[in-house]
């Protein structure tokens, strides 16, 4: 999906799609991070109310998805400025090198799901957790040190008569 809307010829992305892109910024855990940060803060929702005010196209017809993306916060803040970006990158700027992208409404909403779950905490635990339950895990742990444990104690009890034995006969 990211190369057939031509993402990656000016992206890398996450280092693995990665063959050429570098018109753009690489998108990984780092730009996406900045991105969450400057979406969610003051500055950029002072900037939407601004740009609510200027009569410039293709701006002006996106108040409603400037609305839209306001009202939510955090990581689907940042699902929605993805979505919008990919069909319109100049939804919430001036200016933008990124070219409008044929991508349909439904391809931009997976792309913008796909890149926000790989940074999403909620999300990225329950991955986790999926993989290697927690319980599993300690489980595991407590079980190795119990073995660990009560076969060092055998070994012990093993050695300890001999070794005693051994001194015995040498001091006679
Ligand atoms: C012709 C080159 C080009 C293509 C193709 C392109 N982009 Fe971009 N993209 C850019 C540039 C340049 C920027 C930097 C900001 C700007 O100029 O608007 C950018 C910015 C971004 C950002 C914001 C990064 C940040 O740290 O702020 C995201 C996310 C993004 N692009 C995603 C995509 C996705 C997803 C696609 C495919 C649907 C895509 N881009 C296709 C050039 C491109």
């Not at 280092?15 to 050429?20: D, I």
């Amino acid at each position: 999906m990211l190369q057939k809307n031509g993402c990656v010829s000016c992206h890398k992305i996450f280092g693995k799609w990665g063959f050429g892109g570098t018109v753009g910024p690489e998108i990984n855990e780092t730009t996406l991070m900045r991105l969450h940060d400057r979406l969610n803060s003051e500055e950029y929702e002072q900037w939407v109310v601004e740009l609510n005010e200027m009569d410039r196209q293709p701006q002006a017809s996106f108040r409603a998805q400037r609305a839209e993306l306001l009202s939510a916060s955090g990581w689907d803040r940042v699902q929605f400025w993805i979505r919008f970006r990919i069909q319109e990158p100049l939804f919430d700027s001036l200016d933008s090198q990124m070219p409008s992208h044929g991508a349909s409404g439904p391809e931009a909403e997976i792309i913008a799901k796909y890149l926000v779950s790989i940074m999403d905490p909620e999300i990225r635990e329950q991955r986790l957790l999926a993989r290697l339950p927690d319980s599993f895990r300690l489980k595991h742990i407590a079980m190795s040190l119990i073995i660990g444990g009560a076969g060092g104690a055998v070994l012990i009890a093993v050695l300890l008569p001999m070794l005693r034995k051994r001194t015995g006969t040498r001091s006679q």
